[in-house]
């Protein structure tokens, strides 16, 4: 296995990377470390926004993911042809090879400990399914907080739960044109006026701002597949504050994708509104009611220095024996590169045993 894969399990992990974290100096943030080296303001901007698409200010997370960078120029940045879903059904087709089980429609209320062991899932219907060991793939904070009863959590507690510095939160417009926009690349930023102040009410002030930037998706560009002969399929994210902001989005959703949908005919896709024939909306409220992310936050905990590597929810938990956390929220971080290592990784933690859930 790979050491790349291994998790920061214990304090002496963190000892042994202690020289490479302060070569690096990763207690400074990623733009000053741009700032270090790049005078012009909107260079600045090109080349420290990346920590956004996994939920991190720009100006609070370590520099350590400034390695971002450097992966992408050594392996290069690819795209699944089908779309993320050709990824999820080929690893679907795996568990089915293996004659591994999927039980759709039925979410866990509970994951039930005895003795501190973890001993299988309690579901919506009142059904038991015993388990030699259990591993969550859901938010690690909604799975402590709200899975795991609190008498069996001394080190997740609520109370440290809450204290918690968590990610922004995604407004994500998924739509589809009857034409195509043949000089819109596949990944593109269209950028607001403002930058820091705009991040500063993202992430201090829990305010959603009235001026937004963009990430501009149109995987069409790459995979002509994804949408019919002479359409295009995109999605536009807007980063915006988690549910600390209070923001009713069922009553300004609409309000707020018009308001995405002028700034793109303005710019980059001229005409957009009269060409629109398919939409869908995702906000911080459905990731938190129908994938229950703690707060409605996109990735878990902020990538900061003191919530990353072994300060990040372990891949072995540390409250209950034989459960296990996978994903995004947990070790190693945010990104679909990520949550796979974090899969790969379950292979130096987990123990072989006869059953799992």
Known sequence: MCKALRPFETLGDVIKAMPNLARMQAWRSIYSLVAKHI????????????????????????????????????????????GTGAIVRELVKLLDQRQVPIRYNAPVTRIRVEGGRAKGVELASGEFLPADIVISNGDAAWTYRHLIEPQHRKHWTDKRIAKGKYSSGLFVWYFGTNRKYEDVPHHMMVLGPRYKGLLQDIFKNHKLSKDFSLYLYRPTATDPSLAPEGCDSFYALSVVPNLSSETDWPAITEQYRDAIATVLQESVLPDLKQHVVSSKVTTPQDFQDRLWSYKGAGFGLEPILIQSAWFRPHNRSQDVEGLFMVGASSQPGAGVPSVLMSAKMLETVVPDVKSFV
Do not use: D
């Open 39 to 82: 005078k012009h303001p909107k260079l600045r901007i090109v080349m420290s926004f990346h920590p956004l698409l996994i939920g991190g200010n720009p100006y609070s997370v370590t520099c350590v993911y400034s390695l971002i960078h450097s992966l992408e120029r050594r392996w290069g940045v690819h795209s699944a042809m089908g």
